[in-house]
């Protein structure tokens, strides 16, 4: 039993959620968006409160079940809140600045790294070592970071690279001092 599909989604004032067939449309404040969830799901609103259920409680249809739940919940928090993932740069000479919608990031490579934004997407640089990506869709957003941070994942010896705020870089001892000769 699907313990996260059982539970209710409640849709705060300002929100709409329209069913097409087997397409969700959350619209908000922050804008609109459309997941495509299993067809062989159902999904209703009533008075403010949207319910997901399923035919049987064969594996595929419990898992998808959850997932469907949880895009919808994600979709609703997405279009009155919207998501932010918040990047350091740790590093001598690691920096980022914003130039029109391109992020432009000096790190330690022979050029600098440029990333345009993706629609749905934009990024501010309040510091030269902090990057903030924000975004309606959480999934895009998550998506967008793991690409910036790509470019430079944070090293164990050191603990040089992009990081996300927050994110704990196990670190390892570097080499023992060799004694001879």
Known sequence: MSRIGL????LPAGVELK???NVIVVKGPKGEL????SDRLTVEVNEGVVTVSRPSDIKNDRAQHGLARTLISNMVVGVTEGYEKKLELVGVGY???KKGDTLVMSLG????VEMKDPAGI???VPAATEILVKGIDKALV???AANIRAWRKPEPYKGKGIRYSGEKIRRKEGKAGV???
Do not use: C, F
Request: glycine share 12%.
């Open 34 to 37: 459309r997941e495509q969830i």
């Open 122 to 124: 934009t990024t501010e």
């Open 95 to 97: 920096k980022a600045e």
């Open 142 to 144: 998550g998506n967008y």
């Open 179 to 181: 004694k001879g000769d």
């Open 19 to 21: 069913v097409e067939g």
């Open 7 to 10: 539970k209710p989604v409640n």
């Open 109 to 112: 490579l022979s050029h600098p």
